[in-house]
């Protein structure tokens, strides 16, 4: 299967921006997706980019695809305590029925 | 409500019991999956239902895993003489039907296995 990899921890200042990262394997993925979860809950979706884009932004959030590079970010402007959550990257593979998760990134804003 | 509902919120049971774990997915959605999330790792993939095709069950762990739904309604996870390791928060997600739609989550169970 596909294999989804991004970085643990993130510690930002309330008001700076931040940038989460995720690598991802299979190159014929057609769609990515960023999920956010708080504390005790289930898995929010917050966006989702189609392969043949490099960009989309909604709000505060941007989300940047590098499909050579089989890269996703997600950079969240003006980054307030709310954000404070995990920060899951899932792909979708070609053949597969689920998604495939990354072990998410704690994001931590600090006041 | 609108979203998915799963039940119970949480549950404790001694290692050895049968668990029994409910979803409630969002009404019209065909596609319904359920997720094993362990601590601080990511989303393993446990088994899809589309509509009343067979359903994916290529990420159950073990044989004491099974699920079952009927049509496009409810769906409920058992594992049976459950083990410490099976310890984890059991997520359900469902759809509509179409490639590129995403899936909707529930809050989870969080299973504890004494």
């Known amino acids: 299967g596909e294999d989804v990899e991004q970085s643990l921890f993130l510690s930002v200042r309330e008001g700076d921006s931040s940038v989460i990262n995720c690598t991802y394997t299979d190159s014929s993925s057609t769609y990515l997706y960023w999920y956010k979860q708080e504390p005790g809950a289930g898995l929010q979706l917050l966006t989702y980019?189609?392969?043949?884009?490099d960009m989309k932004q909604d709000q505060r959030l941007t989300v940047l695809l590098n499909k050579k590079d089989k890269h996703l970010s997600l950079r969240i402007a003006d980054t307030q305590t709310g954000d404070s959550a995990i920060y899951f990257c899932a792909a979708d593979q070609t053949g597969a029925n689920n998604l495939f998760f990354g072990t998410g990134t704690r994001l931590t804003v600090i006041p | 409500g609108a979203g998915v509902s799963q039940s119970p919120s949480n549950k404790v049971t001694e290692k050895g019991k049968d668990v029994e774990l409910r979803c409630d997915p969002i009404s019209g959605h065909t596609a319904l999956y359920w997720y094993r999330q362990r601590l601080g790792q990511g989303l393993e993939f446990l088994i899809y239902f589309q509509g009343n095709s067979a359903p994916d069950k290529s990420g159950l762990p073990s044989d004491r895993f099974s699920a079952e739904r009927t049509g496009e309604s409810v769906s409920t996870l058992t594992i049976q003489r459950t083990q410490q390791e099976d310890s984890a928060v059991y997520l359900c997600?469902?759809?509509?039907?179409?490639?590129?739609?995403?899936?909707?989550f529930g809050d989870g169970t969080r299973l504890s296995i004494l």
């Open positions: 997600a469902s759809r509509v039907s179409g490639q590129n739609q995403p899936q909707h």
């Open positions: 980019i189609f392969s043949n884009m």
